[in-house]
């Protein structure tokens, strides 16, 4: 099935090239950053078509995954 990945901000460089990925039903987002090489702790927030999401939710055809690093600022 493919889905489409957005990673934000530190975490842009893992974002796939074409935006999109072919996975196996059953993943789950932890299985997508294991994929991407993104460590679970680098993740702060996850959104799967724009709802909040927890790592072990799972994806399904045409999912629009989001993933956004911890934010600082001062």
Not at 14 to 32: F, K, L, R, W
Not at 53 to 64: H, I, K, S, T, Y
Request: hydrophobic share 40%.
């Amino acid at each position: 099935m493919k889905i489409e990945v957005k990673c934000f901000a530190t975490l842009a460089p893992h974002t796939p090239a074409e935006g999109t990925m072919d996975v196996p039903p059953q993943t789950s987002v932890n299985d997508i950053m294991r994929q991407l090489g993104i460590a679970r702790d680098d993740v702060k927030i996850i959104f799967i078509n724009g709802a909040h999401v927890e790592p072990e939710a799972l994806l399904n055809e045409g999912d629009r995954l989001g993933l956004f690093p911890a934010v600082g600022g001062g």
